[in-house]
């Protein structure tokens, strides 16, 4: 579905993305895991539009996609969360969720004046579509509670539901499970299975807790210095001697 091909990022001298290249098949739930400064987070940049690499290609559905802006991969179905959650803090649940959809007859002015019962009608799908999320994550109990007041996992699982608004065919996960306590991580990784076994989403996510890569991803891809170490599944990945000298500095049989 999606191909990093060898691609290069750089910032003055540090050289943060190196010849990386990994697939996402369609349909999967791909880790990416590596230790902090690995280059997870610049990727995910690069392959989002906010970078444009310095060289190398990001291709998706066989369409050459590298340095293409947010908004056009937004259209095509490629959207991202952020470790930090993006809400519009004013806003309640309920509408954080309605104000995703792109191209609403309620944004333009003169449809307002002249086709006031298309705007209306859509507004209720929307509306309609905005209580099937929320059925669907959980978050019955705070839909009209302002965004800004959430916790930091009820955060999370609304970013999550804002990308179920656009209806999306990747999505890229920004370590969703950073700052949750335990319950609610559940509760997300339960989402993202559903989603993915449901909808056919297909997911790739940095994250740092292994359990949690553990229980979703198949396959694990392992970035250090910029770089592909490795892919394969959870149990492979968390098994092999590079990796744990990545992670540790020094191999396994070093540590007994």
Same mark, same amino acid.
């Given at each position: 579905?999606?191909?990093?091909?060898?691609?290069?990022?750089?910032?003055?001298?540090?050289?943060?993305?190196?010849?990386?290249?990994?697939?996402?098949?369609?349909?999967?739930?791909?880790?990416?895991?590596?230790?902090?400064?690995?280059?997870?987070?610049?990727?995910?940049?690069?392959?989002?539009?906010?970078?444009?690499?310095?060289?190398?290609?990001?291709?998706?559905?066989?369409?050459?996609?590298?340095?293409?802006?947010?908004?056009e991969?937004?259209?095509?179905?490629?959207?991202?969360?952020?470790?930090?959650?993006?809400?519009?803090?004013?806003?309640t649940v309920?509408?954080?969720?309605?104000?995703?959809?792109?191209?609403?007859?309620?944004?333009?002015?003169?449809?307002?004046?002249?086709?006031?019962?298309?705007?209306?009608?859509?507004?209720?799908?929307?509306?309609?579509?905005?209580?099937?999320? &929320?059925?669907? *994550?959980?978050?019955?109990? !705070? @839909?009209?509670?302002?965004? %800004?007041? #959430?916790?930091? =996992?009820?955060?999370?699982?609304?970013?999550?539901?804002?990308?179920m608004?656009?209806?999306?065919?990747?999505?890229?996960?920004?370590?969703?499970?950073?700052?949750?306590n335990?319950?609610?991580?559940?509760?997300?990784?339960?989402?993202?299975?559903?989603?993915?076994?449901?909808?056919?989403?297909?997911?790739?996510?940095?994250?740092?807790?292994?359990?949690? &890569?553990?229980? *979703?991803?198949?396959?694990? !891809? @392992?970035?250090?210095?910029? %770089?592909? #170490?490795?892919? =394969?599944?959870?149990?492979?990945?968390?098994?092999?001697?590079?990796?744990?000298?990545?992670?540790?500095?020094?191999?396994?049989?070093?540590?007994?």
């Amino acid at each position: 579905m999606l191909e990093i091909q060898n691609v290069y990022k750089h910032f003055g001298g540090i050289h943060a993305v190196e010849d990386a290249s990994f697939s996402i098949e369609r349909g999967s739930i791909t880790g990416l895991i590596g230790p902090n400064g690995a280059g997870k987070t610049t990727l995910f940049n690069v392959i989002a539009g906010v970078h444009a690499p310095d060289s190398g290609k990001v291709i998706f559905d066989g369409e050459d996609i590298t340095a293409s802006k947010p908004h056009e991969l937004f259209a095509r179905g490629i959207l991202r969360t952020f470790q930090i959650a993006h809400e519009f803090s004013s806003l309640t649940v309920r509408e954080n969720l309605m104000v995703v959809p792109g191209a609403q007859a309620g944004e333009r002015l003169v449809d307002t004046w002249l086709r006031p019962k298309r705007v209306s009608l859509q507004e209720n799908e929307l509306a309609q579509r905005a209580a099937e999320v &929320i059925d669907f *994550l959980q978050l019955t109990s !705070v @839909v009209d509670e302002l965004a %800004g007041n #959430l916790s930091g =996992g009820q955060k999370k699982l609304l970013e999550l539901g804002r990308t179920m608004m656009a209806e999306p065919k990747l999505v890229f996960l920004d370590e969703v499970g950073a700052g949750v306590n335990r319950t609610l991580l559940s509760t997300i990784g339960d989402a993202i299975l559903r989603l993915n076994r449901e909808k056919g989403y297909t997911f790739c996510m940095i994250e740092h807790d292994m359990d949690f &890569i553990s229980r *979703l991803c198949d396959p694990v !891809v @392992v970035m250090a210095a910029g %770089g592909v #170490l490795t892919r =394969g599944s959870p149990e492979e990945v968390m098994n092999n001697e590079a990796v744990i000298e990545a992670y540790l500095g020094t191999g396994r049989k070093h540590h007994r």
